[in-house]
Every structure is written in structure tokens, then in C-alpha cells.
């Protein structure tokens, strides 16, 4: 009976052990809330003090305080570690905020994110400045750009789309307002279109006009025709598209400059520079042009081909510079894009603020995207694997960068929300004429004989 109970608490321990690895493997997150939530709170209480002492991030403490210590308890005095606030857990890791001692700054926790990863046994250590004298660290307990499940409450809002996840948990957003263009690389299979899609559903609910330059016959931007306003497949109809474009947005600089016709008792509210300053019923849709494979609009085979070339960069380089304030925004894709496609490419690019390197075919490409703007984050780019398809490095124009993905969007589930918010679309005048023809959906006749009345006899 002995030997039976020894075996049976054996082969419990052993299930619990291999149930445990299994879940820390297919259910990361259900692992971390039940087993390494509490390891890693125990581990960091633990030895918070001899780790930051390890890291470097202690400082000796003032004279005064020195002095009270010895006074008081006659005990040596340490170095003192940063102020530790209240830890909170969360879903995927553990939050806390630290005020710094005299002398520090957040790169110093920055430079030692690494050893306090491998200290507390969490998968990554972010840094976030928080005020002055105050960081956060937001301590990941596994990886979650692995399986991509974007928060609850994203932070959305008008012309805001969470369209991915970053490697510190928190939503990728995509604001127009504060970045209004954006140039998006990536190799074939990279996940690029998977983070095109996801935008495109994204702003299909908001009232926006959706405009698309896809020269591959659209392929990729057809299945969403029910929502875009414009739809150009080849190259002569993106030169017919583009002045379009190019006269609405000088039509809206004029009605912003009617507005600016200021009368001396003019209140300060309703004086404006740009579209957003209008009153809302005044204020014309927003328009976003997407560009699939921007490099089609850059080949040339014949002379008249290169000067119907100029004149569609020439266009794009006024759009990207003006249309900010009237309300036009570019969102830039393709696989390379750099000085060799041509007269006014590197001209294009320094406009497009926003940066997003899917993985590439070579470092010349990454170095395309992010290094004018972000030296660092080209080796991050060049080190993406094949086998993680949406996860890409986003950078602007502060330096800043960071690792993200893109969740799974089926194109079927694309298409179908751009069809139920097709109502959305607003009428923009100016795009008529270049409105995607939707085929009519095909009626299922209903299966079996259909019942036929029987005469009235007389």
C-alpha cells in the first residue's frame, strides 16, 4: 500500500510537472497568470535591493541620512537602490514605477534591461519615462509577438487604428493626425499585406475616404472595392487619379482660405490652417491613398512612359508635402524603395514620417526604411526570421523604434467588412469618376421544385 501511494504522489508530481511545460508552451498566458506571476513577484521582492546593487543602479545616499543611520542603529550604510512603487500584474507581465535616486536617469535602467530580464526570470524588461525623476518598468512575462491577441480597450479614436502589437504588450496604433504619412516595406510573405489589410478594415468604419493605387491589375486592394471611393489597377489610371487628388486638395487650401478671410471680431476658435480647424459641417472627409507596390508608378520601358513617371511623382511629392492640412494622407508600400527607382524617390521618402520594416531580402532595403531615421533598429530588421510573418520594426522621426506584429486577418473577413460598411464612404465628388465598378452578387436560386398553383375550375 506504501509502494502504491509512493507511486501515485511520484506520477503526480511527474503530470504536474509535464502539464505545466505544456501550458508555458501552447498556453503562455494561462501559464504566466497561474505559475510565473507569482514565481517572478517572489523573486523580484526577493532580491530587489542586491539586484539593482548587481546592476549598478545604487547611489550612496545623502550625508544626513548617513549620519541618522549610524546615529540610530549603528549599522553600516548601504547604497541606496531606487524608490520601488506598488507592483500591479497584468495579463501578459508586471507593471511598477520607480523613482530615481539623485544621479540617475532612464537610460541607466535602459542599459541594464538585459541583466534585469535574466534576474527576475521574465522574458523582457521595458523602460518608459513616465515624468521627470519617474520610469516605469513594464516587466513581459513571455513573448507576446508569438501569438498576437491585441488588448481589450485599444486606444482608438477618429483616424486612429490599433493595427498591431507591440513587444512591451501594448497596441501599435496608427494616428494620422500625428503621423500623416507612412512608408511600409517587406518582402514577399513578409506580412506586409497582412498590415495593410488591417488598417484598411480599421478605417472602413470610420467616415473616411479610402483611395487605392494597386498597379499588380488590384489583386490585393479589388477585394475591398465596395468601401474605396477610387480604385487605379495600372499605371495610366494612377496618372489619370493622382491630379484628381491634386485639385482636391487645392480646392480644400481655398476653402480654408476663404475661412481665414479674418474680420476683426473673429473669435480665436474659428481661425484655422488646415481642414481640422473648419466647422464640422463645413470640414470636407478625410481621404487616405493607399499605394500597393509603389515601385510599379517608378518603371519605365519608353520615353513617354518616363514623362508620365515625372509627372506622378511630382504629384505624389505635393501630395505628401501639402496634404496634411487638407486632410490627405499617404500610406506608402513596397518592397525596396530608395535612389535607384528613380528622380524623386529619396524626395518622396524624406516625407514619409512613418517607417514600418517587415522583413527584407537585404540590409540595403531595412537601411531604406530606418536608417535615416533609426541607425539601430536596421539590425533588428535584418534579424526578423521567415517563420514569424507580420512581425516588422516601426520607427519616426525621434529615433525611437520597436518591434511589432500584425494579427491574423483573413481576406474573406476583410472583404466582408468593407462590404457592410459600405454606406460609409462619403461622397466626395472629385472621385466619382474613379469609383471601383462592384459586380453584381450572383442570386441563389432555391433548391428544390418550386410549388405551382392549380387552375380555378369553373
Not at 504536474?16 to 494561462?30: T, V
Not at 518608459?128 to 525623476?133: C, I, L, Q, S, T
Not at 470610420?206 to 472595392?225: H, N, S, T
Not at 479674418?262 to 487616405?288: C, H, N, Q
Amino acid at each position: 500500500m506504501t509502494d502504491l501511494m509512493t507511486w501515485a504522489e511520484l506520477g503526480g508530481a511527474l503530470t504536474a510537472i509535464g502539464g505545466a511545460a505544456y501550458a508555458r508552451h501552447a498556453y503562455p498566458a494561462a501559464y504566466w497568470s497561474a505559475v510565473g506571476l507569482p514565481l517572478s513577484v517572489v523573486r523580484l521582492l526577493a532580491s530587489y535591493s542586491s539586484t539593482m546593487d548587481a546592476c549598478g543602479l545604487t547611489v550612496e545616499p545623502p550625508r544626513w541620512w548617513a549620519l541618522a543611520v549610524r546615529a540610530t542603529t549603528r549599522r553600516e550604510v548601504r547604497p541606496v537602490p531606487p524608490r520601488r512603487g506598488v507592483i500591479c500584474p497584468t495579463t501578459t507581465g508586471l507593471r511598477m514605477r520607480l523613482r530615481l535616486v539623485p544621479g540617475q536617469e532612464p537610460a541607466d535602467l535602459t542599459a541594464s534591461a538585459e541583466r534585469l530580464r535574466h534576474a527576475w526570470g521574465v522574458h523582457a524588461v521595458h523602460v518608459r519615462d513616465v515624468k521627470p525623476g519617474v520610469v516605469e518598468l513594464r516587466l513581459i512575462g513571455f513573448d507576446v509577438l508569438r501569438k498576437v491577441r491585441m488588448p481589450r480597450r485599444p486606444d482608438g479614436g477618429p483616424l486612429r487604428i490599433p493595427v498591431a502589437l507591440r513587444e512591451d504588450a501594448t497596441a501599435f496604433v496608427r494616428d494620422y493626425r500625428a503621423v500623416p504619412h507612412e512608408l511600409v516595406l517587406g518582402a514577399t510573405l513578409s506580412g506586409k499585406s497582412m498590415y495593410l489589410r488591417n488598417l484598411l478594415t480599421g478605417l472602413a468604419a470610420q467616415p473616411v475616404a479610402l483611395v487605392g493605387i494597386d498597379c499588380k491589375r488590384g489583386v490585393e486592394l479589388a477585394p475591398f472595392a465596395p468601401r474605396l471611393s477610387a480604385l487605379a489597377t495600372d499605371p495610366d489610371q494612377a496618372a489619370e487619379l493622382l491630379p484628381a487628388l491634386v485639385k482636391e486638395m487645392e480646392d480644400r487650401y481655398d476653402l480654408i482660405k476663404a475661412r481665414q478671410g479674418i474680420a476683426p471680431g473673429t473669435p480665436e476658435e474659428l481661425i484655422t490652417s488646415d481642414v481640422w480647424g473648419l466647422p464640422e459641417d463645413e470640414r470636407p472627409a478625410p481621404i487616405v491613398l493607399f499605394i500597393d507596390e509603389v515601385a510599379e508608378l517608378f518603371l519605365v520601358a519608353t520615353r513617354k512612359e518616363e514623362e508620365r513617371r515625372d509627372e506622378m511623382v511630382t504629384q505624389l511629392i505635393r501630395l505628401a508635402q501639402l496634404g496634411r492640412a487638407a486632410g490627405i494622407y499617404l500610406e506608402v508600400c513596397g518592397q525596396r524603395f530608395g535612389a535607384e527607382l528613380g528622380k524623386g524617390a529619396t524626395m518622396l521618402r524624406a516625407q514619409l514620417t512613418g517607417r514600418v520594416c517587415h522583413r527584407v531580402n537585404d540590409e540595403a532595403s531595412a537601411k531604406m526604411a530606418l536608417g535615416d531615421i533609426a541607425p539601430e533598429a536596421v539590425f533588428a530588421a535584418c534579424a526578423i526570421a521567415p517563420e514569424l510573418p507580420g512581425l516588422a520594426v516601426v520607427g519616426d522621426t525621434s529615433g525611437g523604434w520597436s518591434r511589432i506584429r500584425t494579427p491574423h486577418l483573413s481576406l474573406v473577413d476583410a472583404a466582408a467588412t468593407c462590404r457592410t460598411t459600405a454606406h460609409l464612404a462619403p461622397d466626395v465628388p472629385a472621385l466619382d469618376a474613379f469609383r471601383p465598378q462592384i459586380p453584381p452578387v450572383p442570386v441563389e436560386e432555391p433548391p428544390g421544385p418550386v410549388a405551382t398553383g392549380r387552375p380555378v375550375t369553373e
